[in-house]
């Protein structure tokens, strides 16, 4: 029986035996929850020659992903401790990545030529991980395993961007130690919602009747803490009134899930919903309790489903029309995953759209999520700056002014990607923020310890400062401030004087003169090029005065080392930005 692929499907499918005739650097597709998924999946496990092992993080996804593929006439083993299987003779083999990874053994196979893995945000660049455990296996009888991935939200808390590469939007996403080299094709959310294959999120923010999480932190893992999130909904107590304004607003809708802070908080919930329409699901319920209470669910007997973060990923209710969120999500991939299980298409009910509720304030935007890494600090945005070497439209955490003007960014290269007529490219090799090596004089990242270019170890700033303590003749200031004046040289002459303090007011200043072109070139060069809160962004100043009033745009260094010239004069020779060492920077600048 040939698969009905939608034509976004059979061209995904395309996509990827694109990519892997002509590499074997793992790939990933982004496909929205509700996109199918798993009929891709099935198409492309058809079409291979060799095996193919599908892993999943979850039971239910194994056992959907084997359903589609057997609906289609096609025979395939499951190998899933929870689904009480454990089989891999077969040509095409749906696993749990616990089950598999708990018995290698049985997968000593080279013959094994495709990997998928079901929601590859879940791959971890640690070597001790499952995932990587499978992956290390495979590849090690078959160098040249091809690994694809597929995800609605190809991002992880903490990190960004899983892949390096985007190759529709020709832009580089993630890092070079990125774990999946592309994502070979996406479909937006808006895309499949305005062409008819999901249904419209309509989003309600409960401005006048939501709990405040914003004093709560993530621990270091990344994630709210349980009790913390319990004590902010236990001292509010809203909880009756959210739950009132949930039933009156859900009065003429099917299926409505409600996602908790925590254990307690989800018990709270059921006990003001009414009993016979109500059901709890939490980690602890037993499997098969657990299962009945889904099917009476699906089978819209139930239609409150209450949780606690263990309905995210792997459960396929169609008529879900209501999603209530009564907790912080830490991550858009979290949020999203949790909006996904209102947006499948219901034939059997007819429902044309999905209400979201949010009771705790969630920022996250659903059309055009803020995808990126960590942010420097929590008042930081994204803000759009354009490579002054290719054009590309780079988007790096920064500051605005009012106006909207990009005042600071953090990025350090350029995130374009230069496609070359023989299908090759590379990364454009601007960078915003740079060391010098000190033996060919090209530009390297400024966390680099070998220059890209010749293979020269780059002297770190520890070995610079260590140095310059040690000599009699040289001052090195830890920056706590800097100031700018228009002033004038002996001649009468406008100059522009900057001058760096330490801690105990020692200082140090440079003279800068912006007459001529060539001046200003110089300038732009020695100092704007470093000292610029926002490198790359066109501002180039034809005066003192006017770098002066504008000095909002300029960071000092973290250090300045100077040397004395003919035994009395101090002569700035380096400054130290982005420092991150062993010696203490001044209180001021930390």
């Known amino acids: 029986m040939t698969l009905q692929l939608r034509p976004y499907q059979t061209e995904a499918v395309q996509r990827v035996l694109e990519w892997f005739r002509a590499t074997s650097a793992p790939a990933l597709l982004s496909l929205p929850t509700g996109a199918g998924k798993s009929l891709v999946i099935a198409e492309l496990a058809r079409l291979a020659k060799g095996r193919v092992l599908v892993l999943a993080h979850v039971r239910e996804l194994v056992a959907q992903n084997h359903a589609k593929y057997a609906a289609y006439g096609l025979q395939a083993d499951i190998f899933s401790a929870g689904l009480g299987e454990k089989t891999a003779e077969r040509q095409v083999v749906f696993g749990s990545v616990q089950s598999v990874s708990r018995h290698l053994q049985r997968f000593d196979d080279a013959g094994f030529t495709l990997l998928v893995i079901d929601e590859c945000h879940r791959v971890s660049l640690k070597e001790d991980s499952s995932y990587q455990q499978v992956i290390q296996h495979l590849q090690s009888l078959n160098p040249h395993l091809k690994i694809l991935g597929l995800t609605a939200t190809p991002y992880r808390l903490g990190q960004g961007f899983i892949y390096q590469r985007h190759l529709q939007q020709q832009a580089v996403r993630g890092d070079e130690d990125s774990f999946f080299a592309a994502c070979i094709y996406e479909l937006p959310l808006r895309w499949m919602v305005k062409k008819g294959y999901l249904v419209h999120p309509v989003k309600m923010d409960m401005a006048l009747l939501a709990y405040d999480f914003s004093a709560l932190m993530p621990g270091n893992s990344g994630y709210y803490k349980e009790q913390e999130l319990d004590r902010v909904v236990q001292e509010q107590r809203i909880t009756p009134g959210i ?12 299926g409505v ?22 059901a709890l699901i939490t980690g602890d319920l037993a499997s098969a309790e657990r299962e009945a209470l ?12 209450v949780n606690v973060s263990v309905l995210t990923t792997g459960f396929d209710a169609p008529h879900v029309d209501v999603i209530a969120l009564l907790r912080p999500t830490e991550s858009v991939s979290l949020y999203q995953q949790i909006l996904g299980r209102g947006l499948r298409l219901s034939p059997q009910t007819g429902k044309e759209d999905c209400l979201l509720l949010d009771y705790a304030g969630n920022p996250w935007d659903i059309w055009a999520p803020e995808i990126a890494s960590p942010k420097p ?23 605005t ?32 923020r740079f060391r010098v090596c ?51 040289n002996g001649r009468g002459l406008p100059r522009l004087q900057v ?6 007011g020692v200082s140090l200043s440079d003279w800068y003169a912006l ?16 000292h610029l809160r926002a490198p790359g962004v066109d501002w180039s100043p034809a005066s003192p005065e006017e770098v002066v009033s504008e000095q909002a745009r300029l960071r000092p260094p973290d250090f300045v080392v100077a040397r004395k010239v003919n035994k009395k004069h101090w002569r700035i020779q380096q400054r130290l930005f982005d420092y991150q060492g062993r010696y203490r920077r001044a209180i001021s600048a930390s």
């Not at 890209?452 to 920056?479: E, F, G, M, W, Y």
């Open 257 to 278: 899930m409600i996602f908790c802070a925590s254990v307690r908080h989800a018990e709270e919930v059921a006990s003001y919903l009414p009993q016979e329409q109500t």
């Open 377 to 399: 600090a929590r008042d930081t945005e994204l803000v759009q700056v354009l490579c002054p070497a290719c054009g590309f439209a780079n988007s790096f955490w920064g500051r």
């Open 401 to 432: 002014t009012s106006e909207g003007e990009v005042l600071e960014h953090f990025g350090r290269r350029c995130q374009g990607w230069l496609q070359e007529d023989s299908g090759q490219g590379q990364q454009c090799d601007f960078r915003f």
């Open 515 to 530: 007459e001529t072109p060539g001046q200003r070139q110089l300038f732009k060069r020695v100092f704007l090029q470093e």
């Open 243 to 254: 739950v009132a304004d949930i039933q009156e607003r859900a009065a003429e809708r099917r």
């Open 294 to 305: 889904i099917a009476a669910f699906k089978a819209q007997k139930i239609k409150y489903l």
């Open 499 to 504: 001058t760096y303090y330490d801690e105990e």
């Open 438 to 488: 000190d033996t060919c004089g090209e530009e390297a990242d400024i966390a680099a310890r070998t220059c890209p270019h010749c293979d020269a170890t780059l002297v770190d700033a520890d070995s610079q400062l260590k140095q310059a303590l040690q000599l009699k003749d040289a001052r090195v200031l830890r920056v706590s401030g800097m100031t700018l004046e228009a002033t004038a």
